[in-house]
């Protein structure tokens, strides 16, 4: 932990996404004394905390996307992906993170998928993209098809454009 020269321990205040000049991420490590007020910042290789973060921490970046999120979706998101963090002992919940289900593997999108997507209620968006990603890692494949699309509009919403023989 980093500790302020009044003695008292440094807080972690937040994390920016950043990138070296030659494109290798990096974060910018924001700390303030709660003593004296001291306030602190340190560049670091991204993932390379060094003992500067204290807690879990979300960057601002992910932060801004948890925020565009209606509320009543965002407190239940919020939890799920920090259940996710502390299972897989992280201590900084990235933007690129909240794209990736619990596998830590991204998932594709089919062109087609990712042009329906496009059409969801933006309120929903969000959550539909997390549920499919989910559904498909869930399943072992790493792609979002327009076929899963349709199965998962049926299960939540009792509809589906796919024609069933009878």
Same mark, same amino acid.
């Given at each position: 932990m980093l500790t302020c020269g009044c003695g008292r321990w440094m807080h972690t205040e937040g994390i920016e996404e950043r990138a070296y000049e030659d494109g290798t991420p990096q974060w910018f490590i924001r700390s303030?004394?709660? =003593?004296?007020?001291?306030?602190? =910042?340190?560049?670091?290789?991204?993932g390379?905390?060094? =003992?500067?973060?204290?807690?879990?921490?979300?960057?601002?970046?992910?932060?801004? %996307?948890?925020?565009r999120m209606p509320p009543y979706m965002a407190s239940f998101f919020r939890a799920e992906v920090e +259940?996710?963090? %502390?299972v897989r002992?992280?201590?900084?919940?990235?933007?690129?993170?909240l794209l990736c289900p619990r596998t830590g593997e991204r998932i594709e999108w089919e062109? +087609?998928?990712?042009?329906?997507?496009?059409?969801?209620?933006?309120?929903?968006r969000?959550?539909? %993209?997390?549920?499919?990603? %989910?559904t498909a890692a869930d399943r072992g494949t790493a792609r979002v098809t327009v076929a899963l699309m349709e199965e998962i509009k049926a299960k939540y919403f009792g509809m589906s454009n796919v024609k069933r023989e009878t």
């Open positions: 303030e004394c709660r =003593g004296c007020g001291l306030n602190v =910042g340190a560049d670091v290789p991204a390379e905390m060094n =003992g500067l973060v204290d807690r879990l921490m979300w960057t601002d970046e992910a932060l801004h %996307r948890l925020e +259940e996710d963090a %502390r002992g992280e201590q900084v919940i990235t933007y690129e993170a062109p +087609e998928a990712e042009q329906r997507l496009e059409r969801v209620p933006a309120p929903v969000a959550m539909a %993209r997390v549920e499919l990603e %989910r």
